[in-house]
Nanobody, 122 residues
Framework: VQLQASGGGLVQAGGSLRLSCAAS????????MGWFRQAPGKEREFVAV????????YYQDSVKGRFTISRDNAKNTVYLQMNSLKAEDTARYYC????????????????WGQGTLVTVSS
């Protein structure tokens, strides 16, 4: 599975962005998808995960109520809608995929995209 993230940019605090991650391959609907982020000088951290059907989602506490993960299996794409952005959301955001929901939730998925940079100005 090859993953291509896009949609990052510069936004003011309180604003919104939607990230997209396009996946190659014909088995996208079999994969659990996740979003992760890495801020400068910090380790990469889990943000959100969505199961293959899109019914089950789970979020890091700091983004609950502000971020929404979703997917369109017909378009082989997963999204991360980010609202009420804060300066501490500044990071490079990565999408990831794995056949195992647990592996994504535990931040050990098999496949990673290249990342897209989100900068939130305060």
């Amino acid at each position: 599975v090859q993953l291509q993230a896009s949609g990052g940019g510069l936004v003011q605090a309180g604003g919104s962005l939607r990230l997209s991650c396009a996946a190659s391959g014909r088995t996208f609907s079999s994969y659990t998808m996740g979003w992760f982020r890495q801020a400068p000088g910090k380790e990469r951290e889990f943000v959100a995960v969505i199961n293959p059907s899109g019914v089950i989602t789970y979020y890091q506490d700091s983004v609950k109520g502000r971020f929404t993960i979703s997917r369109d299996n017909a378009k082989n794409t997963v999204y991360l809608q980010m609202n009420s952005l804060k300066a501490e959301d500044t990071a490079r955001y990565y999408c990831a995929a794995d056949l195992s929901y647990t592996r994504v939730k535990l931040s050990t998925p098999d496949y990673w995209g290249q990342g897209t940079l989100v900068t939130v100005s305060s």
